[in-house]
Antibody
Framework: EVQLVESGGGLVKPGGSLRLSCAAS????????MNWVRQAPGKGLEWVSC????????HYADSVMGRFTISRDNAKNSLYLQMNSLRAEDTAVYYC???????????????WGQGAVVTVSS | QSVLTQPPSASGTPGQRVTISCSGS????????VYWYQQLPGTAPKLLIY???QRPSGVPDRISGSKSGTSASLAISGLRSEDEADFYC???????????FGGGTKLTVL
């Protein structure tokens, strides 16, 4: 069974930093691209960042470019999101989500974690 | 302001058919596949439709997706109370080099 479990959320002051982790199990983690998607309170989904299976290719949303860093450790089946210079508008539930497939049959976000809550407030 | 545009709400009575639209542009829906996700209250989103119209195993065939030009639609027939949820469309955007979501549509079963 595919499982994605986020951790590392919490309350942080504006300008502070936080590192989220996502522990993956039930599939071959090193074969899958991974994403972070967030959802502000009462709002819709916003894609944050993605990383290829090897870590060679990375993309970020403009809203987090230069402040957030996505990374992975395939030996530990783990995905990370280092968040720096946090702002109030970064307050959200952060989900890690798996991609599957290849070429024409690419399926983004086919499995999601339960989410980690990040609150940026003074 | 979301890159993909969805109606904020939709509704229907049990047994009815409802459709939810998703409008984009040539840089996203017009040139790439569309995906749909269902988010039940208090839970993580779940994949509902991939590559415009394909259903993952476990998703009933009363749920269907389609795409035409720069727009896509999700249709749910034989509406049930358990279909009440938020629905999101998504596509890759070539100009932004990233995934974009619609703002979400809250489906109410009356």
């Amino acid at each position: 069974e595919v499982q994605l479990v986020e951790s590392g959320g919490g309350l942080v002051k504006p300008g502070g930093s936080l590192r989220l982790s996502c522990a993956a199990s039930g599939f071959t983690f090193s074969n899958c691209s991974m994403n972070w998607v967030r959802q502000a309170p009462g709002k819709g989904l916003e894609w944050v960042s993605c990383i290829s299976s090897s870590g060679s290719y990375i993309h970020y949303a403009d809203s987090v470019m230069g402040r957030f860093t996505i990374s992975r450790d395939n030996a530990k089946n783990s995905l990370y999101l280092q968040m720096n210079s946090l702002r109030a508008e970064d307050t959200a539930v952060y989900y890690c989500a798996r991609d599957t497939g290849s070429g024409e049959l690419w399926i983004p976000f086919d499995y999601w974690g339960q989410g980690a809550v990040v609150t940026v407030s003074s | 302001q979301s890159v993909l545009t969805q109606p904020p709400s939709a509704s229907g009575t049990p047994g009815q058919r409802v459709t939810i639209s998703c409008s984009g542009s040539s840089s996203n829906i017009g040139g790439n596949y569309v995906y749909w996700y269902q988010q039940l209250p208090g839970t993580a989103p779940k994949l509902l439709i991939y590559t415009n119209s394909q259903r993952p195993s476990g998703v009933p065939d009363r749920i269907s997706g389609s795409k035409s030009g720069t727009s896509a639609s999700l249709a749910i027939s034989g509406l049930r109370s358990e279909d009440e949820a938020d629905f999101y469309c998504a596509a890759w955007d070539d100009s932004l080099s990233g995934w974009v979501f619609g703002g979400g549509t809250k489906l109410t079963v009356l």
